[in-house]
């Protein structure tokens, strides 16, 4: 199993990665195409915005894996262990089942699009195809928040603290001492 979880991490690494490349020749080719005369490439405004909405979504499944996502982790810091964790499980599942009400909803969307064939202006590409990586950053989200929530229940997942919550606690123990002295 653990093969597998780590196929699938390199697997979304690379995937981000090429968004990430390609959105920078995107750009490239944009720039180039305003210095010189009578090249312009009208299409690279259009695959900029698609290829921003895929590393959004794309990234999501990664910055679960990290802890990089956004949580009140200064709040936490604060709390005792057990409550801690209830509102780390909480959290983690709450927010799975946002992400898998958003993939419904996208599920419905794009099967609009191939129905009525729904094409993009400039590139003439399926919508569908287009917001495929809103639905796949949904359910990769939700199935790791899932997955991270029982690991934090059963203990094999160490609660994070988180960086900015140990920066306010060394401002704060460093505050205590200046004004203890």
């Given amino acids: 199993m653990g093969k597998v979880i780590n196929f699938l991490k390199r697997l979304d690494i690379i995937i981000v990665t090429l968004l990430m490349v390609s959105a920078f020749v995107n750009v490239m080719l944009q720039i180039l195409s305003r210095i010189m005369p009578f090249r312009v490439v009208p299409w690279t405004v259009e695959m900029g915005e698609h290829l921003l909405v895929a590393i959004i979504w794309m990234g999501l499944g990664l910055a679960v894996l990290n802890n990089s996502h956004v949580r009140f982790d200064m709040l936490l810091s604060k709390?005792?262990?057990?409550?801690?964790?209830?509102?780390?499980?909480?959290?983690?599942?709450?927010?799975?089942?946002?992400?898998g009400i958003i993939a419904y909803y996208t599920?419905?969307?794009?099967?609009?699009?191939?129905?009525?064939?729904?094409?993009?202006?400039?590139?003439?590409?399926?919508r569908a195809y287009i917001r495929a990586p809103v639905l796949i950053g949904c359910v990769v989200g939700a199935v790791r928040?899932?997955?991270?929530?029982?690991?934090?229940?059963?203990?094999?997942l160490p609660l994070p603290e988180g960086e900015y919550a140990q920066e306010v606690k060394t401002i704060v123990e460093a505050n205590k001492t200046e004004g203890e002295s």
């Fill in 79 to 99: 709390m005792p262990y057990k409550a801690k964790k209830i509102f780390y499980v909480a959290g983690n599942i709450i927010f799975a089942i946002f992400l």
């Fill in 145 to 156: 928040m899932l997955v991270q929530a029982w690991a934090f229940v059963t203990n094999k």
């Fill in 107 to 126: 599920l419905v969307l794009l099967e609009f699009h191939l129905r009525v064939d729904n094409r993009t202006p400039m590139l003439r590409w399926n």
